[in-house]
């Protein structure tokens, strides 16, 4: 699973749904650094945590041959 812009308010508007869910891996994407810092500490520590641009991770994630839900 992958959600973007997710760490304002530390996912409570939307991560913490799909934590809610038990999905078997989540990655997080957004480009604030002190609020990624945050989920790290809430949120399971196997889920993927990229802070940068999305636009560059989707690009590099096609590259890649990678897919989510």
Same mark, same amino acid.
């Given at each position: 699973m992958l959600t973007l812009f997710c760490a304002e308010y530390y996912g409570m508007l939307d991560v913490i749904h799909? $934590?809610?869910?038990? &999905?078997? $891996?989540?990655?997080?994407?957004?480009?604030? &650094?002190?609020y990624m810092e945050g989920m790290k500490l809430i949120y399971p520590t196997e889920w993927t945590y990229i802070c940068g641009d999305y636009k560059k991770f !989707?690009?590099?994630?096609q590259a890649e041959g !990678?897919?989510?839900d």
């Open positions: 799909i $934590h809610d869910a038990r &999905p078997g $891996h989540v990655t997080l994407v957004d480009y604030n &650094p002190d !989707l690009k590099k994630a !990678l897919s989510y």
